[in-house]
């Protein structure tokens, strides 16, 4: 077997280059400097080392930044074979490992989706630098969070700190507001926008109770120390619900105390979320106080009119839905909500519309809508749908109440009690002694009979609009 081909022990030789910069000197001679490629035939690069505990000592510490390495100058089908001298003529293999440990293919670094449980990759001593998962989610972007004034000092904080991480006044950036409001949303655009602009920092979002999680987690397995310094390496770091840190114990609070401290005295950039003001936390310490409020305070208030048809426009061309701008201007006049029910509440709108093939109008989304959302409830009465259909067919009030049954007032108090029953809660007989003195049966025939021509006539359908938009619009 020849052990000097130049092609493969040259790409080795750039692996150590590599692998230098990311451990100290004394780690890359330990265990490093001894192994000597063997082979590699394009698909398995063998690799001779000293002993099993090499064999041992790399897998469970070093693939993780050894593996992407070798998988760009090797190739990324690329499988890593161990052999080890003296044993090649045993014939009992070693217990724990055999005299070539094939780890086909390289074992794999499992990205952390769950940050309870994020691995700490700083416990190996002498490592600079590891790439972690910023826990960010992509669709929060600065490209899907509307702007209005209700958050433009956030985003534009957040942008000012997304060029310069670390070098501006907003250090740390504490986000408030209700829930609903996009704290989230904007926390995380920010980490997104980072990344772009600064691939080389680390960026990481966890949650509070996530990262209290994993300070309890170290306590028990003795690691705070690797826990604190883990934290400590962030370049940039998120921290969703703040105030979920009030009433824990001292050891945490000090924990966390001491990652704050460090990072912002290292010039790192510290981002914190929070349904409440600073001066309404209760039960952290105030040193701890004291510094989310060395930077800037940024609150995210209810969308206005303005904001909330843009939100609408915007979640409508994503669901790939064409709503009407009557429609759009009804949730943004009626809908009391935050954005996510905003949201959720045209998601709705859309898959009902969808799935039971109707028309998008206002008569569905109010509808359909009053099961998800709140509504700035408007009182409609009897009184006020009978003079809007007397008025928009021009038929006088006398002749409405009289006993006269010509086709159009006929149709007329059909029409009247149709909107009734949909825009008021009187009960049909209310309804029936309000039009004309008819009875609970009459008013589910004018019912019928109105939503059939609505089906089957579109001049009909559209009158009947018309009119619904002035009932609706008192």
């Not at 972690?132 to 209700?150: H, K």
């Not at 206005?304 to 759009?328: C, G, M, Q, S, W």
Request: charged share 20%; with cysteine; glycine share 4%.
């Amino acid at each position: 077997m020849v052990i000097n081909n130049p092609t493969y022990s040259d790409m080795w030789q750039n692996c150590l280059s590599r692998i230098r910069e990311k451990t100290s000197q004394e780690e890359f001679i330990k265990w490093f400097k001894p192994i000597v490629p063997v082979n590699f035939d394009g698909t398995t690069l063998q690799l001779r080392v000293p002993n099993e505990a090499y064999v041992y000592h790399i897998e469970k510490h070093y693939i993780p930044f050894l593996r992407p390495i070798i998988y760009q100058t090797f190739g990324q089908k690329t499988k890593l074979r161990y052999s080890i001298p003296n044993h090649e003529h045993h014939t009992q293999q070693p217990a724990a490992y055999p005299q070539e440990a094939n780890t086909t293919p390289i074992s794999k670094y499992v990205e952390q989706t769950d940050t309870a449980n994020i691995k700490n990759p700083f416990v190996i001593p002498g490592i600079k630098r590891i790439v972690i998962d910023s826990q960010l989610n992509p669709n929060y972007t600065f490209d899907t969070f509307i702007e209005g004034d209700c958050n433009r000092l956030a985003r534009s904080a957040g942008m000012s700190i997304a060029v310069n991480p670390g070098s501006t006044a907003y250090n740390p950036l504490y986000v408030f507001g209700d829930s609903g409001l996009g704290k989230t949303h904007v926390a995380q655009a920010i980490g997104m926008e980072i990344k772009q602009r600064h691939p080389n920092l680390q960026v990481l979002y966890v949650s509070m109770n996530k990262f209290q999680a994993q300070y309890t987690s170290a306590v028990l397995n003795k690691e705070v120390n690797d826990f604190i310094h883990f934290y400590q390496m962030i370049d940039v770091l998120i921290i969703d619900d703040i105030q979920e840190l009030s009433g824990n114990k001292e050891s945490t609070q000090n924990a966390f105390f001491n990652i704050f401290n460090h990072l912002q005295l290292s010039g790192k950039q510290l981002i914190l979320t929070s349904d409440k003001r600073p001066v309404e936390l209760k039960d952290i310490n105030d040193r701890l106080l004291t510094r989310f409020r060395w930077g800037l305070a940024a609150e995210l208030l209810p969308p206005d009119f303005d904001t909330k048809v843009k939100i609408i426009k915007h979640k409508a061309a994503r669901l790939n839905a064409d709503i009407p701008d009557e429609v759009i201007h009804f949730f943004a006049e009626n809908i009391n909500a935050n954005i996510r029910e905003i949201e959720g509440a045209l998601s709705s709108l859309v898959a009902n519309a969808t799935f039971l093939g109707r028309k998008i109008t206002i008569t569905l989304a109010k509808e359909i809508l009053k099961v998800y959302v709140k509504f700035n409830q408007k009182e409609i009465t009897i009184e006020h749908i009978r003079n809007i259909v007397c008025d928009h067919l021009k038929i006088d009030q006398a002749v409405f109440d009289s006993t006269k049954r010509t086709r159009e007032v006929a149709q007329a108090r059909q029409i009247a009690m149709y909107l009734c029953k949909q825009h008021t809660k009187a009960p049909l007989t209310t309804i029936g002694a309000a039009i004309g003195g008819k009875n609970h049966a009459t008013v589910l025939h004018a019912c019928k009979t109105v939503s059939n021509l609505i089906e089957t006539d579109k001049a009909f359908n559209q009158m009947i609009e018309e009119i619904e938009r002035k009932v609706l619009a008192k």
